[in-house]
């Protein structure tokens, strides 16, 4: 089967579409939790079925050093090692070497760098990215980048010749087929010149989808969406627009009003290890004191497992330190996130995405419960 992007619906410059994959239909928009070691920390597959989950993020970096792609490609794939039957994206491992290596050596070939985990020495470079990301199986794959500090115009400049030079490598590397689609990456920092060339560049090798990087990492909010707004009128409208590594519920929704399709991010169950939720009302911390009486689920709007128990309990379970808590606050943190997006794009189909998008935010902004 091939990937093809439909588009069903705009309001504005939002659009509701349908990505097809290999693994099943994504309904776009869509924000995809992350599973970085081949799992969505604390869920099981099947509690990711039952929240209508249907894309999930694996990381390159994280499964070449352990336990490595080849173990997982003997072991039948990412889908059949995981037991998780919809479609799959994995990140090209570049960001995760910038951020996570002991020490790293970039050049304009590739990375040398030492583990995390142990402190060997490794190299990567796109067209071994490319390999690792083929023996993973993964349906959506990404090619391999350099994500700088978006500030710091010089460094940005040369992570752009690096990034482009890199996207032709992994062109070249990836096989002509319907297996796996290959989306490029929009770098430029905050740099409104240095992303109009980026998006020139990148689109001009008519690729499956085109992802918009380098964001999420330090920059402000303010600057983010002036990026957004710069970079998206310049990728195709008849191509999956994929926003990485953003996930929190504002941000979503100022997103996919610009027309961003997919997103990712560990925030829901990274949240859930320190005890915070989402709630329609804002982010609480349910380690708080003030919640030791509270009879009411974490947000009474949602409908899922963890709905069935109180804050009062949950916050028992952190105090405890007892891992249900991870699980519970976690299941429930994916579920607002993901029901938050279908939403919209729901609202997308009906035309009324700014009735919707405006009440969330005057909802969601509001002083936190937990100040």
């Not at 980048?145 to 062109?171: F, I, M, N, S, Y």
């Not at 804050?311 to 994916?334: G, M, T, W």
Request: hydrophobic share 40%; aromatic share 8%; proline share 6%.
């Amino acid at each position: 089967m091939s990937f093809e992007f439909e588009i069903i619906a705009r309001d504005g410059q939002a659009r509701a579409g349908v990505l097809h994959t290999p693994h099943g239909d994504i309904p776009t928009p869509v924000f995809a939790p992350v599973g970085t070691a081949a799992t969505v920390k604390a869920l099981p597959p099947k509690d990711l079925e039952a929240l209508d989950v249907s894309l999930i993020l694996s990381n390159t970096y994280h499964l070449f050093l352990r336990p490595g792609d080849e173990l997982i490609r003997d072991m039948g794939g990412l889908h059949e090692f995981m037991r998780w039957k919809g479609p799959i994206l994995t990140d090209s491992g570049g960001f995760q070497i910038f951020s996570l290596a002991q020490t790293n050596a970039i050049d304009d070939e590739g990375v040398t760098f030492r583990s995390h985990l142990d402190g060997s020495r490794k190299r990567l470079d796109p067209r071994r990215s490319m390999q690792i990301q083929q023996n993973l199986g993964a349906d959506i794959i990404m090619a391999f980048d350099q994500c700088p500090a978006p500030k710091d115009r010089a460094e940005v400049e040369g992570a752009l010749k690096r990034t482009h030079r890199w996207l032709v490598e992994c062109r070249e590397a990836h096989p002509d087929d319907d297996r796996q689609a290959l989306f490029g990456i929009v770098q430029g920092g905050i740099f409104p010149d240095l992303r109009e060339d980026s998006a020139e560049f990148v689109t001009s090798l008519d690729l499956k989808g085109y992802a918009i990087g380098g964001l999420a990492v330090g920059e402000t909010k303010s600057e983010m969406r002036q990026t957004l707004d710069h970079t998206i009128p310049r990728l195709p409208v008849d191509r999956p627009r994929y926003l990485m590594g953003v996930g929190e519920p504002d941000d979503l929704v100022e997103g996919i009003r610009r027309g961003v399709d997919i997103f990712d991010c560990v925030i829901p169950t990274r949240l859930a290890r320190h005890a915070a939720a989402f709630t329609h009302s804002g982010r609480i911390n349910l380690r708080n004191a003030r919640y030791k009486m509270d009879e009411s689920p974490i947000d009474p709007r949602l409908d899922n497992y963890a709905s069935g128990f109180s804050r009062a309990y949950l916050r028992h379970l952190v105090v405890a330190k007892e891992l249900l808590a991870h699980y519970l606050i976690s299941l429930h943190n994916i579920d607002f996130l993901v029901s938050h997006v279908a939403k919209m794009r729901r609202a997308i189909i009906d035309g009324r995405l700014e009735s919707y998008a405006s009440q969330f935010l005057a909802d969601y902004l509001q002083p936190m419960p937990d100040g």
